[in-house]
Structures are given as C-alpha cells and as structure tokens.
T-cell receptor
Framework: AQSVTQLDSQVPVFEEAPVELRCNYS??????LFWYVQYPNQGLQLLLK??????LVKGINGFEAEFNKSQTSFHLRKPSVHISDTAEYFC???????????FGGGTRLMVKP | DADVTQTPRNRITKTGKRIMLECSQT?????MYWYRQDPGLGLQLIYY???????NKGEISDGYSVSRQAQAKFSLSLESAIPNQTALYFC??????????????FGPGTRLTVL
C-alpha cells in the first residue's frame, strides 16, 4: 500500500514571497504523482502531475514540482505567490496498475498582503 | 454549466436517518468516485465505479452504499446516518486512458452534518 505525508498543515507566507509545500510518499511500486488545489468552497482541481521523464513538472498558475525518487518527495514550489493562491493543496499518488488516488492530509497556504 | 454537479450542496440530518447524495456528470467519463474529506485527513475513497456494472469498495466503505444508475449518475447513500459521518463529500470522474495516471475531475462537494 502507498501513503502520502504532507509535512506542513499550514504555511503562512507574504504576497510575492516564494513558497515550497512539501510532500513525501511511500510505496513499494512505481507511482504517478499529483498536486491538486482546492479553493475556498470549491472542489479540487489538478495543478500538475508527474508521469515519467523530466523530474521537473510545470503546472498551472506558475507552480512547479520536482520529483525526487531517492528522497521519495514531490515538493511544490512557486517563486512569487499572490493573494489568489490562498487555498488548500493536496499531494496524491496512484500506482501504475490502477487509478486510485491516495491523498495526503493537505496543506493550507495562507498568503498575506 | 459545471461538468460535475452534486446535490444537495448542504444537508443537515439526524442520527438514524437515511440520506442520499447525488452526482451527475456531463463529461462522458466512464469512471466515477466518491470521497469524503475530513480536516487533516485529506480525501479518503469510499466507493468507485469503472462503469455501470463495475462497482468497488474503497478504503472506508462501511456504513455507505452506492448506485450507478447510468454512466452519468452515481449516488451515495447513508442507510442510517451517524454523527461521525459528518464530513465534506466529493464526487469525481475520470476517463480511462490505460495509463493509470488519469486526471480526476471533482464536483463542488456536499457538506453533510449528522446531528
């Protein structure tokens, strides 16, 4: 079975500052990796996903994530955040054999003016 | 119009009552899912369906049942609601690509409170 740990439940940051949201996973088989974002009172939407190939993945709204197999991590970064990035961010994994997502507990990003 | 809709959006019910949450999609996807979200726990899979005749239990199916009435409709039932089923419930859909990395598309959620 696989598991996902998001190391920070909340991350406060000032507008225009850089941010990193951390995600570590555990799995005995190869996985696909995802970041989803949930804006207030909305469902989740895909931010980016890693399938294979380049370990640096670019997503929507200026976010990117880097897959590190040796450290089993998939941290999400943005060089300069905006107030509109305030949301909850979820890291998730699925294994090659199926499409079931296992989610981390979520990180609430709070961007302050 | 939204591609994945959920009704109701909010519901308050009492312990022991039967309740049904409904999900409809216009994306034409074959796979549908029900999740519940609890603070700090992320989303946990309740049931999933790969097509109308293929329904499977997820990690937390106890106390829940589902019905896939058509490709576009997937309902979640709580036969006898209990307070610890108070949560935010999400429906999601995906299209089979065979790659195991299909993007899931989520509805806006149903906030359920069981008193």
């Amino acid at each position: 079975a696989q598991s996902v740990t998001q190391l920070d439940s909340q991350v406060p940051v000032f507008e225009e500052a850089p941010v990193e949201l951390r995600c570590n996973y555990s799995s005995s088989v190869s996985v696909y990796l995802f970041w989803y974002v949930q804006y207030p009172n909305q469902g989740l939407q895909l931010l980016l996903k890693y399938l294979s190939g380049s370990t640096l993945v670019k997503g929507i709204n200026g976010f990117e994530a880097e897959f590190n197999k040796s450290q089993t991590s998939f941290h999400l970064r943005k060089p300069s955040v905006h107030i509109s990035d305030t949301a909850e961010y979820f890291c998730a994994v699925s294994v090659y054999a199926g499409n079931m997502l296992t989610f981390g507990g979520g990180t609430r990003l709070m961007v302050k003016p | 119009d939204a591609d994945v809709t959920q009704t109701p959006r909010n519901r308050i019910t009492k312990t022991g009552k039967r309740i049904m949450l409904e999900c409809s999609q216009t994306k034409g996807h074959d796979r549908m899912y029900w999740y519940r979200q609890d603070p700090g726990l992320g989303l946990q899979l309740i049931y999933y369906s790969f097509d109308v005749k293929d329904i499977n239990k997820g990690e937390i199916s106890d106390g829940y049942s589902v019905s896939r009435q058509a490709q576009a409709k997937f309902s979640l039932s709580l036969e006898s609601a209990i307070p610890n089923q108070t949560a935010l419930y999400f429906c999601a859909t995906s299209e089979t690509t065979g790659l195991g990395a299909d993007t899931q598309y989520f509805g806006p959620g149903t906030r359920l409170t069981v008193l």
